[in-house]
T-cell receptor, first 112, second 112 residues
Framework: EAQVTQNPRYLITVTGKKLTVTCSQNMNHEYMSWYRQDPGLGLRQIYYSMNVEVTDKGDVPEGYKVSRKEKRNFPLILESPSPNQTSLYFC???????????FGDGTRLSIL | GNSVTQMEGPVTLSEEAFLTINCTYTATGYPSLFWYVQYPGEGLQLLLKATKADDKGSNKGFEATYRKETTSFHLEKGSVQVSDSAVYFCALSVNNFNKFYFGSGTKLNVKP
């Protein structure tokens, strides 16, 4: 079954404690993205990747890092989380640039 | 810059009513336009898309036409069902589909 899997699904943590949200896809997709969803703002793109070792900033990259060492994985790293990063995060992948995105089920982060 | 504006919700309709959700955009260059749907607790799913002016995207009875002259991509359905209750997001993509911009979402409630 084609899947985009995010872990964890829920996390409550404290300011400054480094965390990583993993994203893995089993469809051999080249393109992957991270988004955050906030009430009244819709989804905003954080980072995207066009292939292994190729990443670029989206609209709201501040405070986040990503890496793409293998095609299937695209982790989102918060080196020093702050309360304004409390949000619902989605990872998405697609096979080529003009094909539909497949979204994961989301990760709800609460930074206290 | 690039942005998407869609009508605020929630929109509440009776089953079999006609649905319109307005979406307008501003973009540099020639964007592709999308409607996504999000059911509770899930990630987004592509509903339909249009990649050039005057294209009509359609799926599951939903339609939207890319209107360059009015910079709009309004979503319509002739007869909604209870199962259509969800949040609908209008989005645009530029930079060869690498960058995505989403509207704030419109929640649709359909009552039996």
């Amino acid at each position: 079954e084609a899947q985009v899997t995010q872990n964890p699904r829920y996390l409550i943590t404290v300011t400054g404690k480094k965390l990583t949200v993993t994203c893995s896809q089993n469809m051999n997709h080249e393109y992957m993205s991270w988004y955050r969803q906030d009430p009244g703002l819709g989804l905003r793109q954080i980072y995207y990747s066009m292939n292994v070792e190729v990443t670029d900033k989206g609209d709201v990259p501040e405070g986040y890092k990503v890496s793409r060492k293998e095609k299937r994985n695209f982790p989102l790293i918060l080196e020093s989380p702050s309360p304004n990063q409390t949000s619902l995060y989605f990872c998405a992948s697609r096979v080529t640039s003009n094909q539909p995105q497949h979204f994961g089920d989301g990760t709800r982060l609460s930074i206290l | 810059g690039n942005s998407v504006t869609q009508m605020e919700g929630p929109v509440t309709l009776s089953e079999e009513a006609f649905l319109t959700i307005n979406c307008t955009y501003t973009a540099t260059g020639y964007p592709s336009l999308f409607w996504y749907v999000q059911y509770p607790g899930e990630g987004l799913q592509l509903l339909l898309k249009a990649t050039k002016a005057d294209d009509k995207g359609s799926n599951k009875g939903f339609e939207a036409t890319y209107r360059k002259e009015t910079t709009s991509f309004h979503l319509e359905k002739g007869s909604v069902q209870v199962s259509d209750s969800a949040v609908y997001f209008c989005a645009l993509s530029v930079n060869n589909f690498n960058k995505f911009y989403f509207g704030s979402g419109t929640k649709l409630n359909v009552k039996p």
